[in-house]
């Protein structure tokens, strides 16, 4: 495969080492070294991005804007094969070959609330860098990816429609979802809410789509297929989501489960520092609300899947979205605990909005 794909960028397969790199998920991704030089191609999953093209005019755009925003910013975006085209579609699949960051390294996992506020920073820099940008005029490369209210919607679909014996033992967790709608009537004000402007916005802010250097310092994002138009709460949201438990979403002893309070502060520092002048009052209010709404979003998720038979995330045992979506909704119930705690360090005007919760 690589024989017909490296020459497309001028690079002789013969003097060419390729290997298998990174613990990416979606795409295949690849290390690859020509004369000195290190790229990463990959090989871009169309079951989940239905129409690559749009990713690739995107990152264009992007590109061209970021450029003379501010020329020194890293963009890790694909370079140009001899065709003239930054993403191939041949035989073997979309590819398209980027940049190697030398000297650059990606955590999977966070360990020191340092490295929080580095790639919380990265994020927010991004998306400030981005502020004056339409983001409207980029395509959506997964459409209604964090609408919660449609989420809502599936998961009430998926109830009508559950395997009965699961239904019956994930009833306590069906209630709990929906004793906590007023998540989704939240998310409805914010879409509704002038003050909450639509901003070009990662949308999958997790640790290893960061590369930091051997000091663990922030170099840049990575990962911009899901860069859209969407609301900061995604950004912000899948950060806590991720960053502040020391435990994945796989973790079954729920004892393991609960909030890093200083992961939170690192979360807000870091990404403040760079959008605290581009957020809006109103948007700052939703801080904490974000955390709440990926969380509570991954839960309907996990717990939608688990009724309907592991029809979309499958499942390497029988119980695995029942137990994921138990540990997200733990991860929900102990943030919502200890919210107030969180946000008590924040600046006055990152007070949360006015909101109740059935607990
Ligand atoms: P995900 O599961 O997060 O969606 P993915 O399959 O889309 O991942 P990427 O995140 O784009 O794949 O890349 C996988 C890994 O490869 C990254 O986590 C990072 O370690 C490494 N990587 C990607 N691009 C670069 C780059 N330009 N320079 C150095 N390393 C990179
Ligand atoms: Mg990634
Ligand atoms: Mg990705």
């Not at 998926?158 to 395997?163: K, M």
């Not at 989704?184 to 997790?206: F, G, Q």
């Not at 009724?307 to 499942?315: R, V």
Request: proline share 3%; with cysteine; charged share 25%.
């Amino acid at each position: 495969m690589f024989e017909n794909i490296l020459p497309l960028y001028g690079l002789n397969s013969d003097e060419t080492t390729v290997n298998l790199f990174g613990d990416g998920l979606i795409n295949h991704t690849w290390k690859v070294t020509a004369g000195g030089q290190s790229y990463i191609l990959q090989k871009v999953n169309t079951d989940v991005f239905k129409n690559p093209s749009d990713i690739d005019k995107n990152l264009c755009l992007l590109k061209d804007f970021l450029s003379k925003k501010d020329p020194d910013y890293l963009f890790v975006s694909p370079v140009k094969a001899l065709s003239g085209e930054s993403l191939l579609n041949t035989p073997s699949g979309y590819f398209r070959l980027s940049p190697f960051v030398e000297g650059s390294l990606s955590l999977n996992a966070l360990t020191k609330e340092d490295e929080a506020y580095e790639a919380a920073k990265q994020f927010g820099k991004f998306s400030s860098l981005l502020a004056d940008f339409d983001a409207e005029t980029l395509n959506i490369t997964i459409p209604d990816f964090h609408n919660l209210s449609l989420r809502y919607e599936q998961f009430k679909t998926a109830c009508a429609n559950a395997n009965p014996e699961r239904m019956e033992k994930a009833k306590q967790y069906v209630d709990f979802i929906n004793a906590h709608q007023d998540l989704v009537a939240t998310y409805l004000s914010i879409v509704d809410h002038k003050e909450v402007p639509l901003r070009v916005i990662h949308h999958d802010t997790k640790i290893n789509n960061v590369l930091f250097d051997k000091d663990y310092k922030g170099i840049c994002v990575i990962d911009l297929d899901t860069v859209m138009p969407g609301y900061f709460i995604s950004d912000v949201g899948d950060m806590m989501r991720t960053y502040l438990c020391a435990a994945t979403e796989e973790e079954t002893d729920l004892s393991k489960i609960s909030i890093r309070k200083e992961f939170f502060k690192a979360v807000y520092d870091g990404y403040m520092e760079e959008m605290q002048d581009v957020l809006t009052d109103t948007e700052k209010q939703y801080f904490s609300y974000a955390g709440k709404f990926i969380i509570y979003m991954q839960a309907i998720r996990f717990l939608a899947d688990y009724l309907q038979n592991d029809i979309y995330y499958g499942a390497k045992y029988e119980d695995h979205n029942f137990n994921r979506a138990i540990n997200q909704i733990t991860l929900l119930k102990e943030y919502i605990k200890i919210e107030k705690e969180l946000t008590a360090p924040l600046s006055s005007s990152a007070e949360p909005h006015n909101q109740q919760h059935a607990q």
